[in-house]
């Protein structure tokens, strides 16, 4: 019995520990509540909260705070921005875009600059939170909420160009038109960065398609389809079946919203065969896209070629919508006919053609009227202007009568290379009273019209081997296509020696040795005496640019070594020897010796009685040496394709695949 109650005792004292230790537990938890609950109640307590809310309050001014600034004038020279109609009054909103200099320097911006016709003033708005510098974005205006501008992608480059990327990161800004204010917009389902794409507004949705990738190996074009809910503030994507007909992935195209749905138009791609090189491709094919409210009854309709189509075809010509007449305005582009690897003829236009978006499409030639002439001869017809590449109409008889141009008609072209036309006939402007003033040829130039007037602005046109960015900016009035009005001259100068010096870099080289020893002869000195060279480079420096840095002139050379190897690197004609031998962007010496370990034995073989352990020793050291070789050139390749966004599988599987550089103009994208 003594031994039951004791051990009664024993089981009753666990109990009670057990309890104990229940109820510290307890404690701790209600003492841990009590430690993380929200303070209430007290005045001070209240102060702390108003004084987080001050702060706060205080970050976001900060942060959202606008400087306005009337300026002198329009933004300077530009192409690949964006030119919008205001969605809440009489203004156009001009936002980014990029500068090319004569000296190959590429210069990118992100300001806003709002303009009234009616006063002719320009005003410029900066921020603190505002998207980065860009173009090739697109914007978007919604009249919701007082007016909204959206902005979606774009790109953008270093001074030099050797580094390269499009805005990743759901970089989606709004722009509030009442505070001149910029917000980003974060979403979980989003388009893919992209550049070259165009943005609609149908109803409340905002309509995106198509675009580029470019990853600084090839560039890739796009044809997806997606809609931005501007109510619910989220994306979707619009997915069709295999046998649903699209139109071709593509960048740079017009789109246009209408009532039923949005008009699609040209554009441009590239074609990538195996073996080949990359080849540019204009399009120039009409789209309708019918829209609805159900996203599976989305679809797209090709429509027919009717009236007077832009002849040939052409790319970066810009198309604005005419809202009042229904109606889309074309201007301007480019012809590119490519006879060669080396070689890339260009006409550029500077004439106009209407879309009439009504029924199924129809394209109609725009004139410019002329003024009446005393006489009373008849009223000569006039022809339209269907591919005219600024060829002018010689006109032997005076006092004619007409409504049409005809001194500065535009005669159909026979053929898709007319003659390139003299600097005098694109940039002076004539004091003739009857020879109507224009803009020149150009293409991506920024159009927009606001209620009857066109507004043209910027682009780039083209001389020899060099590219101008252009500053101009031209209006006309639709209704009356009576005369252009020039709001601000061109202020580029062209060099008319671009095409001879190009052609002459290495005679002109030889030239200058050739004045060097004059020079040297001129001042009495002998061939070979000392210092005779450190003098005549003394004399010279003050008319010569500084030598360039080595470190610098290494890397550029490095640079070009890494796009020649990413354009070589999957060529077809190597023999399989050289493919095997050549390490690839991303591969280890490891991953290369593994991959290539049969032809460096074999190798060694060639050049040694080793066997076994020791011809693989000889073979991996012969990998080693070879990849050792390479190395710089494999970083540098990594580099630029990290640059473009690629993470470490991709540039892996780039450096599997080989890569093809273009070698046209970036903007031909």
Request: with cysteine.
């Amino acid at each position: 019995m003594a031994k039951k109650k004791g051990a009664s005792t024993d089981k009753a004292k666990a109990k009670e520990a057990k309890k104990a230790k229940a109820e510290k537990k307890a404690e701790k938890r209600e003492t841990k509540k009590t430690k993380g609950a929200p303070a209430r109640g007290g005045a001070d307590d209240d102060e702390d909260l108003d004084a987080i809310l001050e702060k706060l309050a205080k970050e976001w001014e900060a942060k959202h705070k606008v400087n306005e600034e009337t300026v002198a004038g329009p933004p300077t020279r530009r192409a690949n921005a964006t030119l919008t109609p205001c969605p809440s009054g009489n203004h156009l909103w001009f936002i980014g875009g990029e500068y090319f200099s004569e000296d190959g320097k590429a210069h990118f911006y992100n300001d806003v600059y709002r303009y009234s016709p009616e006063k002719d003033e320009w005003r410029c708005y900066t921020s603190p939170n505002s998207p980065g510098p860009r173009s090739a974005h697109s914007v978007v205006a919604s009249p919701a909420g007082g007016g909204k501008l959206f902005l979606f992608g774009g790109e953008f480059s270093s001074l030099s160009q050797n580094t390269f990327h499009h805005f990743r990161h759901a970089d989606f800004w709004v722009f509030d038109i009442a505070t001149h204010s910029w917000d980003r917009i974060e979403t979980k389902v989003k388009p893919i960065a992209r550049s070259g794409h165009r943005m609609v507004l149908w109803k409340h949705f905002i309509v995106l398609f198509g675009g580029f990738v470019d990853i600084g190996v090839r560039t890739n074009y796009l044809n997806d389809l997606w809609l931005f809910d501007t109510q619910e503030y989220k994306w979707i994507q619009v997915d069709f079946g295999h046998n649903d007909r699209q139109p071709h992935s593509r960048s740079g195209f017009s789109f246009l919203p209408i009532a039923e749905g949005v008009i699609l138009h040209g554009g441009y791609t590239k074609t990538y065969d195996k073996g080949k090189r990359p080849v540019g491709v204009a399009l120039e094919d009409t789209w309708f896209l019918k829209m609805s409210m159900n996203t599976k009854e989305i679809k797209w309709e090709k429509r027919k070629k009717i009236g007077y189509a832009p002849a040939p075809a052409r790319s970066g010509c810009s198309m604005a919508l005419w809202a009042a007449k229904a109606q889309g305005v074309l201007f301007g582009g480019v012809s590119d006919v490519d006879k060669d690897e080396e070689q890339l003829d260009s006409v550029f236009y500077n004439d106009m053609f209407g879309y009439q978006t009504t029924g199924n499409g129809r394209w109609v030639s725009m004139n410019l009227k002329k003024k009446k002439k005393m006489g009373g001869q008849k009223k000569e017809k006039a022809k339209p202007a269907a591919a005219a590449a600024w060829t002018r109409k010689d006109e032997d008889e005076e006092g004619e009568e007409e409504d049409t141009v005809s001194d500065n008609e535009a005669t159909p072209a026979t053929s898709p290379a007319p003659t390139e036309p003299t600097l005098q006939s694109i940039f002076a402007m004539s004091d003739d009273p009857d020879q109507p003033l224009m803009p020149f040829q150009r293409y991506n130039a920024m159009l927009a019209v606001l209620r009857n007037t066109l507004y043209i602005y910027g682009g780039i046109y083209e001389y020899g081997p060099k590219e101008y960015t252009l500053d101009d900016f031209w209006s006309i009035q639709l209704d009356k296509m009576d005369t252009f009005t020039c709001l601000r001259p061109l202020d580029v100068t062209i060099d008319q020696n671009a095409e001879s010096d190009s052609e002459g870099d290495d005679d002109g080289g030889d030239d200058d040795d050739d004045d060097d020893e004059d020079q040297s002869e001129g001042d009495g000195q002998a061939e070979d005496e000392p210092g005779v060279d450190a003098e005549v480079e003394a004399g010279a420096s003050e008319a010569l640019p500084a030598e360039p840095d080595p470190a610098e002139d290494n890397q550029v050379k490095l640079r070009a070594k890494a796009n020649e190897f990413l354009g070589s690197s999957k060529d077809t004609t190597r023999s399989a020897e050289e493919q095997i031998s050549t390490p690839l962007p991303g591969e280890t010496l490891a991953m290369f010796y593994a991959r290539s370990k049969d032809h460096w034995a074999q190798t060694a073989h060639a050049n040694s009685d080793n066997k076994g352990k020791l011809l693989r020793r000889d073979g991996f050291a012969l990998a080693e040496e070879r990849y050792a070789s390479y190395k710089p050139i494999l970083e540098e390749v990594e580099r630029i394709l990290a640059e473009a966004g690629l993470d470490e599988e991709e540039i892996k599987r780039v450096g599997a695949s080989g890569g093809q550089v273009a070698t046209t103009s970036r903007n031909r994208r």
